[in-house]
């Protein structure tokens, strides 16, 4: 069974820092990697995938991708107080059933 | 835009009664998922749908059981809730991996 593990549990960064949030999973057969944000009271959105290794940016966000090493991070450039929730890191399995492992998350709080 | 709804929002409910948790989607999306939320422990799984009357078990099933008699609607049935049954339940479908999640609907279990 897919196991999915989160890295740090919380973070706190002050506003304009580069923050990094880890990613390890256990199937390597897996084929679909995101990252989903979650407010506060809120329901969870997608905010980036990956399908293949490398890295992808968007604005300032950046997910990188190592299937070798069993390992996904997300890193948000210039981290801004509306930054402020949980992140919740997803694999597939490689069996391909539309299920998704979510890891338990990491608390991000930006302060100003 | 694409939307998925839950009804309703905030529900409370004594041990042993009947619940009935009830999801919708716009989009046409054939597979629909349950989840559970509780602190510290992410998104668990309890059942996911990958069309009507076409239903499998998630991570977490026991206690639960659902309902699917049109594309668009998937239903969560609590039979005898119980106190352990307390959380925050989401709804979701997906489409090319990605999963759109519902507003989510908190249940309290007395």
């Known amino acids: 069974q897919q196991k999915v593990q989160q890295s740090p549990e919380s973070l706190i960064v002050p506003e304009g820092a580069m923050t990094s949030l880890n990613c390890t999973f256990s199937d390597s057969a897996s084929q679909y990697f995101a990252w989903y944000r979650q407010h506060s009271g809120k329901a969870p959105k997608a905010l980036m995938s990956i399908f293949s290794n490398g890295e992808k940016e968007e604005g300032r966000f950046t997910i990188h991708l190592n299937k070798a090493s069993l390992h996904f991070s997300l890193h948000i450039r210039d981290s801004q107080p509306s930054d402020s929730a949980l992140y919740l890191c997803a694999t597939n399995t490689g069996a391909n059933t539309g299920k998704l492992t979510f890891g338990h998350g990491t608390i991000l709080r930006v302060h100003p | 835009d694409m939307k998925v709804t839950q009804m309703p929002r905030y529900l409370i409910k004594r041990m042993g009664e009947n619940v009935l948790l009830e999801c919708g989607q716009d989009?046409?999306?054939?597979?629909m998922y349950w989840y559970r939320q509780d602190p510290g422990l992410g998104l668990q799984l309890i059942y996911i749908?990958?069309?009507?009357?076409?239903?499998s078990e998630g991570d977490i099933p026991k206690g639960y059981r659902v309902s699917r008699k049109k594309r668009e609607h998937f239903s969560l049935i609590l039979d005898s809730a119980k106190t352990n049954q307390t959380s925050v339940y989401f709804c979701?479908?997906?489409?090319?991996?990605?999963?759109?999640f519902g507003p989510g609907t908190r249940l309290t279990v007395l």
């Open positions: 989009m046409s999306h054939e597979t």
């Open positions: 979701a479908s997906s489409s090319q991996g990605e999963q759109y």
């Open positions: 749908s990958y069309d009507v009357d076409s239903n």
